[in-house]
């Protein structure tokens, strides 16, 4: 049978024992394999564009292996370049120009124990160090989940007996009472020296831990007791640290989440470890993220955002929607893709940071003048964000019978089941507006399913209409779904509506913006364009009215200001992108 291990799909048993526990595929929610997808539309554009950035120089072997992050981050360069190749090579169906060259000359940056970077001495580490080859991991895990080439596997074997698995009796030691002191960060981790065993901290405060997410996606391939020892060893010690009190990097964080969520889900279902996640999760919402639902590069420092804390975020969501059946978390993700996620792309098809839209009473959302693309990380990240936002759009479960449509993103998915497969095509104009068509390209399923459909932020369940073949089906709405059951024949075609128009409601932090409100369009938030130089905030009621001129526009009759979306820069040149500038935020 084939299951998901956290979000890549690998062949295992049916069932496998946790703890002395059974699950089963059928208990199980799994999104659709990256082999069966292909995006169209607007998420089809990005993500090429975002591919042929990583074709550029600046990923090209040469280069990663001299750049700015080699040294404090050695390796991580290199493997989100591989990741982010590796995953869109799948979802866009084409081969990358420079990645077999990657994984080809990876040996020659290779020290003599099998990792980038310095020889410590033994019962020494470099936090930057162990944190830069999570990226590695990552990459040569999706590479070699993708190639099944065993030169990735024996990279991946060597940093894990060589670099990670000797650092399990440092955590105790971990000085997490220093970390607050490392509050001068910049966009690229320094490493500030130390005493003791620890003789390097990151001012990315909690790396170190973020490697948990390579290092479960490695535990689903290449198993060992050591390693097994390792993971559980860094997950006690990180339950104990007070992110917020040491000022976490945001991303560090999220990622870390993830790897412990894969480690609950497949290894180790005790609930602390749940509850842990969703926790923290629930304290990076309310104390760390903008009012465009991107993030604070640190927990209390709203510097700039970084597109890999929103790509974390995004996809912990999805994750945490999958594992509880919460619909809350899907509302939540739909909110950060095209919102956060998008605005962060630029023209070129980098991601970049912007400035913290809420914090310290900022209303206007631009990118950050001196960080405008990242092409060291968020560059590469970001299209990890577009090949699970393809591969999240459907998604089934283990007693294939019901189906979830999750984001209605246009493209082509094919389901498989044990009786027959059936390909969906979908033509799309949300988030814009309210209607989504599906055509049954092809159908060798004999009998029905229940299809359960995502009701977007912003609209009433009751307002959900289903038609098949053009009859009215009746739709159950059921814990943010409404769900039908009928066959899916060759041919049928299935359009979903509901209607969208403006809503305004309270900041996502009302304490930290008394008085203010924002206007939404389902997921989307709205903005009143400004040029750069402009010094007036523009004044829009909560009771205002707006007439509809399409594409997510909408005129404000009493003012003439137009409120738009504002996630559009990849539409403009280089010098409109870097300079754009929206108001978000408008007092009551």
Not at 487 to 498: D, H, N, Y
């Amino acid at each position: 049978a084939s299951r998901v291990l956290g979000q890549v799909w690998v062949s295992v048993d049916f069932r496998f024992a946790a703890h002395g526990h059974e699950r089963r595929d059928d208990d199980m929610i799994f999104l659709t394999p990256l082999a069966d997808v292909a995006p169209a539309g607007d998420l089809r554009r990005r993500a090429v564009l975002n591919f042929q950035r990583l074709h550029e120089p600046p990923f090209r072997f040469e280069a990663m292996v001299v750049a700015s992050t080699a040294k404090e981050a050695p390796g991580d360069w290199i493997g989100r370049a591989m990741l982010g190749l590796s995953l869109l090579g799948q979802v866009l169906r084409s081969e990358p120009h420079y990645l077999e060259e990657m994984m080809a000359r990876l040996p020659t940056a290779l020290n003599a124990r099998g990792y980038i970077g310095e020889l410590h001495a033994v019962g020494t580490v470099d936090e930057n160090q162990v944190g830069g080859h999570n990226g590695l991991l990552r990459g040569l895990c999706e590479y070699y989940l993708w190639k099944s080439d065993p030169r990735a596997l024996a990279a991946i074997r060597g940093i894990v007996s060589e670099l990670m698995v000797p650092t399990r009796p440092l955590y105790a030691a971990y000085p997490d009472h220093k970390l607050a002191k490392l509050a001068d960060g910049k966009p690229v981790g320094l490493t500030v020296r130390n005493e003791g065993v620890w003789i390097g901290l990151s001012t990315d405060i909690g790396t170190v831990f973020f490697t948990l997410d390579g290092l479960t996606q490695t535990y689903g391939i290449d198993p060992s007791p050591e390693l097994r020892a390792l993971i559980e060893t860094m997950i006690a010690r990180y339950a104990e640290l007070d992110v917020r009190r040491i000022g976490a990097q945001t991303h560090s964080m999220l990622s870390t989440l993830r790897g412990i969520l894969r480690w609950w889900e497949r290894v180790d279902p005790r609930p602390e470890l749940l509850a842990l996640v969703r926790d923290r999760y629930a304290l990076y919402r309310s104390c760390a993220e903008t009012e465009h639902f991107a993030n604070y590069n640190w927990f209390d420092r709203p510097e700039w955002t970084e597109a890999c804390a929103v790509v974390d975020s995004f996809l912990l969501a999805i994750e945490l929607w999958r594992v509880t059946g919460e619909a809350s978390y899907l509302t939540t993700a739909h909110r950060v893709y095209f919102n956060a996620l998008s605005y962060a792309q630029r023209p070129n098809g980098g991601y970049g940071c912007d400035l913290c839209l809420g914090a310290e009473g900022r209303v206007d959302l631009s990118p950050h003048p001196k960080i405008f693309e990242a092409p060291w990380c968020c560059s590469m990240r970001g299209a990890e964000g577009l090949a699970r936002a393809a591969q999240a759009n459907i998604a089934m479960d283990g007693a294939a019978r019901t189906v979830w449509m999750l984001f209605y993103f246009e493209g082509d998915t094919t389901l498989r089941f044990p009786e027959g497969e059936v390909v969906l095509r979908c033509q799309s104009d949300y988030p814009l507006a309210g209607r989504v068509e599906w055509t049954v390209v092809r159908s060798t399923l004999p009998h029905a399913l229940d299809l359960k459909f995502f009701v977007p932020p912003g609209v009433r369940a009751s307002a959900m209409a289903l038609v098949l073949r053009d009859v009215a089906l009746a739709v159950e709405p059921s814990g943010g779904f409404v769900s039908a059951t009928f066959p899916l024949e060759t041919g049928a075609r299935l359009v979903l509506t509901f209607p969208l128009g403006v809503a305004v409601g309270q900041p996502g932090n009302p304490t930290l913006l008394p008085g203010m409100h924002r206007f939404s369009l389902g997921p989307l938030l709205l903005g009143v364009e400004k040029t750069p130089e402009a010094t007036e905030r523009h004044s829009l009621a909560a009771d205002d009215t707006f007439l509809a001129m399409g594409r997510g526009r909408f005129r404000c009759i009493r003012t003439g200001a137009v409120l738009a979306p504002f996630n559009d820069l990849t539409y403009r040149s280089e010098r409109e992108a870097r300079t754009h500038r929206t108001q978000v935020l408008f007092p009551d």
